[in-house]
């Protein structure tokens, strides 16, 4: 096998036909299971994604085996808000619940408790909402087309069913962090204009996708930036 790259810890080989994600020791099992299980459901239901095929322990060391998208490229801005759109129109109930993945962060977060009454009381505007599929780490760098022209959908990690409009703000937090204002905006208008939604309400939970994401970043640059959504849900 041949190492292709590394992300946060993690180490990603190439053998042959196959593409295998070997995680950190320290990392989290159930984090390793919940992403291959997310993303073999995501398969099942129809979506493109590459098919899981194992699970491995070697040396205290998760990885999980699955196809190698040959001569792949990044998406462009409509075949990402095409996958969106696919995502926010298919419905899987067995996914972990967004809402879970929500009180999990803020447990650990250390916000105070106006900052986290706060992000509740945005969440539950939205309570109504049907839930989707929402992947939780969607760029363009996630959604990739390979040689056939097929674009497929990566990186699993973070997939539950929940609030598709908090799924966008976090799409909206990732690139405005990295400066890209224009994707950004592009995105969440495109996606809203196509599924019928106010874009004022990506808007609304912007702030919280943004406190939400300063607790997971590990980016102490990024970090810095994510400051003031916390400053403007305390000070509500």
């Given at each position: 096998k041949v190492l292709i790259g590394q992300k946060k810890g993690k180490e990603f080989f190439r053998k042959g036909d196959?593409?295998?994600?070997?995680?950190?020791?320290?990392?989290?099992r159930e984090a390793v299971y919940l992403e291959a299980f997310c993303q073999a459901q995501l398969h099942a239901n129809g979506l493109a994604v590459p098919v899981v095929y194992d699970i491995c322990e070697?040396?205290?060391?998760?990885?999980?085996?699955?196809?190698?998208?040959?001569?792949?490229?990044?998406?462009?801005l409509e075949q990402f808000i095409d996958v969106a759109v696919q995502l926010a129109k298919t419905k899987i109930d067995v996914l972990p619940r967004q809402s879970d993945f929500v009180d999990s962060v803020l447990g650990?977060?250390?916000?105070s408790d106006v900052v986290k009454a706060n992000i509740k009381k945005r969440l539950k505007v939205f309570s109504s909402i049907p839930l989707c599929i929402c992947h939780?780490?969607?760029?363009?760098?996630?959604?990739?087309?390979?040689?056939?022209g097929r674009v497929n959908i990566i990186d699993c990690e973070y997939t539950t069913k929940g609030n598709l409009l908090l799924d966008l703000a976090r799409t909206y937090i990732l690139y405005s962090i990295c400066g890209v204002y224009g994707t950004a905006e592009d995105y969440i208008c495109g996606v809203c204009r196509r599924i019928g939604y106010d874009v004022s309400d990506v808007r609304y939970l912007i702030p919280v996708a943004g406190a939400l994401h300063y607790v997971i970043s590990t980016n102490a640059e990024k970090k810095k930036l994510l400051l003031e959504y916390i400053q403007q849900l305390g000070n509500q």
């Open positions: 196959k593409f295998i994600k070997l995680y950190p020791k320290d990392f989290p070697a040396g205290g060391q998760l990885s999980l085996t699955m196809d190698y998208i040959a001569e792949s490229r990044e998406s462009t650990k977060s250390g916000f939780g780490d969607l760029h363009q760098k996630n959604i990739i087309v390979d040689c056939s």
